[in-house]
């Protein structure tokens, strides 16, 4: 039998060798206006969820995170204001968004190392990393469960991983949320970013990417233990967590 090869693209069905190049055009088009846009899409909560994972996140004094899917490096630099002691490397698979990171890092003067590189294929040994963090980047990805795959390679036994993600919202305010997504974040991509297209694509992803349960069981299924996730803003986004035994 054919193996099926089609994937999501926001709502459109297509083939997976396409999806990551158009993600890729998705970022390079969005990348200078990143910032910007996560604050206007979010009112400002961007900020407040990432400190909540920082501070949810327990770890020794020196240990060795690997923030995947890092962009702007907001997550990267949070952990380095927390503990300027981690070993923390600034990955992403867009050169665009890698560089507009990169940029931000040398501004809060935190010299770490920035690396292009594919969540599915991580060019890093095994058992290395205390830590792998994934901030906004894990619906964006072609093959998910391979990209939990190897980050599981990379972390160390007794390692955690922590992701931050769109969930499903909470139902009562599900009717005001779409009208806000739909309606409301592709006009302010057109007006601010002059990319309404791509702001469309993201509200979709959202849509398509698995709820908290089902992600919970995509992360056991790949061997992680002592899993759990927590809602924030009635479930507009989560934090996932699970461990390396």
Sequence with gaps: M???KDTHFGYETINKEEKSKKVSAVFDSVAKNYDL???LMSMGLHHVWKKILIETTTLKAKSRILDIAAGTADISIEFLKKNKNY???????????????????????KIIPSI????????????????????????????????????YRV????????????SKIWPPFKKIYDQFSFKILPKLGKLFAKDENSYKYLVESIRMHPDQKKLLELIKSVGFEKTSFLNLSSGIVSIHKGYKF
Excluded at 88 to 106: A, Q, R, V, Y
Excluded at 116 to 142: H, K, Q, W, Y
């Design 155 to 166: 972390l160390s036994p007794g390692g955690k991983l922590v992701i931050l993600e769109f």
């Design 37 to 39: 846009m996560n604050n």
């Design 116 to 151: 292009l590189c594919d969540a599915e294929s991580l060019p890093f040994p095994d058992n290395f990393f205390d830590c792998v963090t994934i901030g906004f980047g894990l619906r964006n990805m072609t093959n998910k469960k391979q990209a939990l795959k190897e980050i």
């Design 87 to 109: 070993q923390i490397f600034h990955t992403d698979i867009n050169l665009s968004m890698l560089k507009e990171g990169k940029k931000k890092l040398i501004n809060e003067g």
């Design 2 to 4: 054919k193996q099926k």
